[in-house]
């Protein structure tokens, strides 16, 4: 759990989980796994466990703590939806984002939306909670067209702001957004980044305009080397969804 968060889109990360296993080429170079893994074997650090799959009771309260609303970022070391976390655990996590600190904004990612397609846990949040509010945001990671089908579970489950991360960009994406919010895009970076065509970013950001989509252009990196603030035709990129708390 960090109070500011260096990923230029959330303004804070609440890790009630941690760990993870890859599912797809997206993963390849995951910065959440490559920075646990550092600290593997450090007796009483966070990540003595390294990268393993880990439940924090103790953290799921956390968002209660800070009163000023903020955008959070659930889970940037992990997967909500990992098939290892159980529903009772899932459902408290809505439970606090929902009820205990809903002043806060919510930036729920997962590269696993089937967990959400007609199944008993999307009957227990709605049973814990309600409808589905407006400031829990869910979001898919894409990064190359074969991943698209993740969009298609997104779309028919009940969140109202539906977002997409595209990154890391590994190539061209058509993209159907109908009900998509948000759509985000962004290159790989940091040791063996596999490099992103600016022409990729054009054509998001072409299909998030023609949508009335929302959109963010997170970062470029040249050679692996972040770029700062990148910029696309002469203009920096950085729509929200909504209105969203100050930082
Ligand atoms: S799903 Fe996300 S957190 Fe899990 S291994 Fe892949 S990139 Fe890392």
């Given at each position: 759990m960090?109070?500011?968060s260096?990923?230029?889109?959330t303004?804070?990360?609440?890790?009630?989980v941690?760990?993870?296993?890859?599912?797809?080429p997206?993963?390849?170079?995951?910065?959440a796994?490559?920075?646990?893994?550092?600290?593997?074997g450090?007796?009483?650090?966070p990540?003595?466990?390294?990268?393993?799959?880990?439940?924090?009771?103790?953290?799921?309260?956390?968002?209660t703590?800070?009163?000023r609303?903020?955008?959070?970022f659930?889970n940037s070391?992990?997967?909500?939806?990992?098939?290892d976390?159980?529903?009772?655990?899932?459902?408290?996590?809505?439970r606090?984002?929902?009820?205990?600190?809903?002043?806060?904004?919510?930036?729920?990612?997962?590269?696993r939306?089937?967990?959400?397609?007609?199944?008993?846990?999307?009957?227990?949040i709605?049973?814990?909670?309600?409808?589905w509010?407006?400031?829990?945001?869910?979001?898919v990671?894409?990064e190359?067209q074969?991943?698209t089908?993740?969009?298609?579970?997104?779309?028919?489950?009940?969140?109202?702001?539906?977002?997409i991360s595209?990154?890391?960009l590994?190539g061209?994406?058509?993209f159907?957004?109908?009900?998509?919010a948000?759509?985000?895009a962004?290159?790989?970076?940091?040791h063996?980044?596999?490099?992103?065509?600016e022409?990729?970013?054009?054509?998001?950001?072409d299909?998030a305009?023609?949508?009335?989509c929302a959109?963010?252009y997170?970062?470029?990196?040249?050679?692996?080397?972040?770029?700062?603030?990148?910029?696309?035709?002469?203009k920096?990129?950085?729509?929200?969804?909504?209105?969203?708390?100050?930082?």
């Amino acid at each position: 759990m960090s109070a500011h968060s260096s990923i230029e889109w959330t303004h804070a990360t609440w890790n009630p989980v941690t760990g993870c296993t890859q599912v797809s080429p997206g993963c390849d170079h995951c910065y959440a796994r490559t920075f646990a893994e550092r600290f593997r074997g450090v007796a009483g650090h966070p990540y003595q466990q390294g990268f393993d799959l880990r439940l924090w009771e103790a953290r799921l309260d956390a968002p209660t703590r800070w009163k000023r609303p903020r955008l959070i970022f659930v889970n940037s070391m992990s997967d909500l939806f990992h098939k290892d976390i159980p529903d009772h655990f899932i459902v408290q996590v809505f439970r606090t984002m929902a009820m205990l600190a809903p002043q806060h904004t919510y930036q729920v990612l997962t590269k696993r939306p089937s967990r959400l397609f007609n199944t008993p846990l999307v009957a227990q949040i709605t049973q814990a909670i309600g409808p589905w509010p407006a400031h829990i945001w869910l979001g898919v990671s894409v990064e190359n067209q074969a991943s698209t089908w993740r969009v298609d579970k997104l779309r028919v489950t009940p969140a109202p702001v539906k977002f997409i991360s595209a990154e890391p960009l590994l190539g061209p994406i058509q993209f159907n957004l109908d009900g998509i919010a948000w759509l985000i895009a962004g290159a790989e970076s940091g040791h063996g980044a596999r490099p992103m065509e600016e022409e990729w970013v054009r054509s998001l950001r072409d299909q998030a305009t023609a949508a009335g989509c929302a959109f963010f252009y997170k970062q470029h990196a040249v050679r692996g080397r972040k770029l700062p603030v990148p910029v696309l035709d002469g203009k920096q990129w950085q729509q929200f969804p909504t209105e969203v708390p100050h930082a």
